[in-house]
């Protein structure tokens, strides 16, 4: 039976879905808000050397800095799936985002 190259291919699936790194997905939870489920996470500095910018003050975030990286999820299977859509927010932005309405 020849073999496919197909098992090789699926791996390459497994590699592309990043997973967060343990540490930072057991901090991950998710809150009913009036405007909607989020997923939030408490993320602490990091040395990647990327700077986001917060999307409540659109200032700059350095990732130097603890921050709540949190975006919308309405569908359970977003949890994981809507990683590409998250977003880096100052933690006091992010909480008083509803005060910005
Ligand atoms: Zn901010």
Redesign the pocket.
Known sequence: MPRSSSSRRSNKWARERRELSPSIADLRRVQEEPDGTWVVQQVRGSRSGKVYI?P??H?E?PATTAHTVAWRSDQEFAIGAGVEHRRH??T??FNARHRRR
């Open positions: 917060c409540g003050c200032r975030l927010w100052h006091s932005c």
